[in-house]
């Protein structure tokens, strides 16, 4: 819990929170001001800058709680349960490899794909982990 809410991550997105949603009402109040002048588009604009304060809060929220680690980790073994039809499709399109054919260069290149193919995915907490 603490590790999610006062990482260094977690604090930056506090700061633009608490920096965006008022500026995106000052920001409508103005446009009110604007449109109650006389400036039709600004109707628009009032409206939308209130939307744009509660999209960054729930952007704010996702970004807070949604662990990389476990979403993809779930997505992983979903798609292996599943069977997936892409990564079974994938799988049947491409041919077999064949080592004699490659040269060196793309060799080393293919086997240090496959090793990070094994780790899975790095995400900024796997490597905080370290």
Known sequence: MRRRWLSKRALTLHLAVVLWFPGCLVAGWWQVTRALG?????YLYSVEWPVFAVVGVWAWWMLVHTDPDTVGRRAQQRMAAEGGPGARAAQ???PPR????EDEALAAYNDRLAELAARGPQTWRSRAAR
Do not use: K, M, V
């Open 98 to 101: 064949r080592r004699e054919e």
């Open 38 to 42: 006389g400036n039709d588009l600004s």
């Open 92 to 94: 049947e399109s491409l």
